[in-house]
């Protein structure tokens, strides 16, 4: 399957915090997990909101005795006043990135100074636009902006719309997904990886400035 098996399986809560409002959802392997990736393994994926914004956690334990690899990325859909009115600022400029549209899929070469904007139907892969790769979601319709800061284990960012399809709302959000996609991410016998991704809410006049460094930076 496409996006994997996790995300279709029940989950157990683990950890609730009330002094960090956070939760953390747990899933271990079992024989119905074996049937799909026959490896043996911890899922952990934690929640926690602050006053400083929205902090997500996820951990992945081999807790066998043979090394095994994954792929995945964070399927997150933020909401959008109008797509084509929202901008997505980061180092997309010069950039390579895996264009999904195209067939088949192939390696392009990022031209656009501007923030990145949706017009018609994308899905892009950027490589190592990761880890300590700060993003941020600007909405002019509303006049608010997100910044999405992955802070560890993420090496690459997904950008995907379904423009025009209204049964599925695209007109609505935007994703920007935080993910291992290009290559396979290894883990040793009882070694964990972590992907941590934090998000934050700032002015917009913080995020025009934000969009003039990076194209200092460009040039």
């Given amino acids: 399957q496409q996006h994997g098996f996790a995300r279709n399986l029940e989950w157990s809560v683990g950890d609730i915090s009330d002094e ?16 799909m990736w026959d490896h043996a393994f911890e899922l952990a994926y934690t929640v926690s909101l602050s006053a400083d914004g929205l902090e997500t956690k996820f951990t992945v334990k ?22 084509s009115k929202a901008e997505v600022i980061g180092p997309f400029y010069k950039a390579q990135f895996l264009d999904k549209t195209l067939d088949p899929p192939a390696m392009v070469e990022d031209n656009n100074e501007e923030p990145l904007t949706v017009t018609s139907f994308i899905e892009r892969v950027y490589p190592g636009i990761g880890v300590n ?7 002019s319709v ?11 284990g993420y090496e690459d960012t997904v950008i995907w719309n379904p423009y025009g399809d209204e049964a599925m709302g695209a007109n609505s959000f935007i994703c920007v997904e ?16 972590v992907g941590k991704l934090c998000l934050s809410e700032i002015p917009t006049k913080l995020s025009e400035r934000f969009t003039r460094v990076l194209n200092m930076v460009s040039v």
């Fill in 20 to 35: 960090s409002t956070s939760i953390t959802l747990k899933l271990e392997d079992s024989a119905e997990t074996r049937k």
């Fill in 62 to 83: 081999n807790t066998g005795e043979e090394p095994f690899s994954f792929t995945g990325a964070l399927h997150s859909y933020y909401s959008a006043t109008d797509v």
């Fill in 133 to 139: 790769k700060g993003m941020i979601l600007s909405d």
């Fill in 142 to 152: 509303n006049g608010k902006a997100l910044q999405i800061r992955n802070e560890e």
């Fill in 178 to 193: 935080s993910g291992n996609v290009m290559n396979a991410v290894k883990v040793g016998p009882g070694k964990t990886w």
